[in-house]
């Protein structure tokens, strides 16, 4: 018999979509699998849906709403050999788990990754998103591009001793906790393989993270400071380029001028404490023109989020 394969799902108010995406789990080709979904303290019908299913799922409770934490609930209530995670408001392909398995089983890799749909649900316009163009990378080649990597939870196959030996869990009570996961699998894992195939569908919806953002986005910041902990800090130079600058881009879709100037001072001057040279990092090097001029000024920053959000505030 194949390898049980756990898929853990966590359930918070996606009532919406939550059907479509368990019926894209129980028709998997790829029989050998327990669906494990956690119920995190909704206040729609999921619960309800959940149990339609309840004779080919497995439904635990949490009381205490928390993305991290209905996560690690998962991985310990979990008995497969491999785990993959798929997020409630998406969906797979019929052979998302058997090409990550044949992959992984056929490389002997520590962790299989496929490229991925993203789909705007106002207009259903989808951009193919490939994770990353090896298809097999090997140790040192991980830690030397750590940068590259796509740092989702969900488009991959992991072995689940490399997490329980590892002590590889989500930091609770904190958003982006997707980051540090994957980076410290990554530091622990001898090889990477991919399959060409896009097989995860993600949904961004009208008000989700990627278009709505609040105050929690200083917790980029914090998140980073956990990473900086798991590996050399000169490794992690361009990883944390990356986030500060892209989340301070990302300050756009911020409806409170004084919070986005607020974080963008603090990404910069974390920036410049931690990285003094970043300006001069591959990073930045690798960007065209544009952006390379933009992301270098903190005024420049600044004067395109604030344009910007004008503009968004009115369509």
């Given amino acids: 018999m194949k390898d049980l394969i756990s898929i853990i799902v966590p359930v918070h108010n996606s009532s919406k979509y939550l059907e479509k995406c368990i019926n894209s789990l129980i028709n998997q080709t790829y029989k050998n699998i327990e669906i494990i979904c956690i119920e995190n303290g909704s206040t729609d019908n999921g619960l309800e849906i959940l149990n339609k299913y309840k004779d080919k799922i497995k439904i635990l409770i949490q009381k205490n709403p928390g993305l991290s934490l209905a996560r690690n609930t998962g991985i310990k209530n979990s008995n497969g050999k491999y785990i993959s995670f798929v ?8 052979t998302f788990i058997e090409e990550l398995y044949n992959v992984i089983k056929t490389t002997d890799a520590d962790i299989s990754v496929c490229n991925y749909n993203e789909i705007l649900e106002e207009n259903k316009e989808t ?20 940068v590259n990597f796509n740092y989702a939870i969900w488009n991959k196959l992991y072995k689940k001793d490399i997490i329980t030996k590892n002590k590889i869990y989500f930091p609770e009570n904190i958003k982006y906790e997707d980051i540090p996961f994957v980076l410290k699998y990554l530091i622990n894992a ?3 393989s991919k399959t060409e195939k896009y097989l995860y569908n993600y949904y961004i919806h009208k008000n989700s993270e990627q278009t709505t953002v609040d105050k929690r986005i200083f917790d980029i910041i914090d998140i980073m400071d956990i990473c900086k902990t798991m590996t050399d800090k000169n490794k992690l130079e361009d990883l ?3 986030h500060l600058t892209t989340y301070s881009l990302k300050t756009r879709y911020m409806k ?4 986005r100037n607020l974080f ?17 990092s591959k990073y930045i090097k690798n960007k065209n ?3 390379k001029i933009i992301i270098k000024n ?7 989020t604030w344009l910007y959000s004008l503009k968004y505030s009115k369509d």
């Fill in 87 to 94: 997020d409630s408001d998406d969906n797979v392909l019929p």
């Fill in 127 to 146: 951009k193919k998103i490939s994770s990353f163009p090896n298809e097999t990378i090997k140790e040192k080649e991980i830690k030397e591009n750590l």
């Fill in 190 to 192: 001898k090889s990477i």
């Fill in 240 to 242: 944390y380029i990356k």
């Fill in 256 to 259: 409170n001028n004084k919070d």
């Fill in 264 to 280: 963008i001072n603090t990404c910069y001057n974390e920036l410049n404490e931690n990285y003094p040279n970043w300006k001069k």
């Fill in 289 to 291: 023109i544009f952006k």
């Fill in 298 to 304: 903190k005024l420049f920053v600044k004067l395109y």
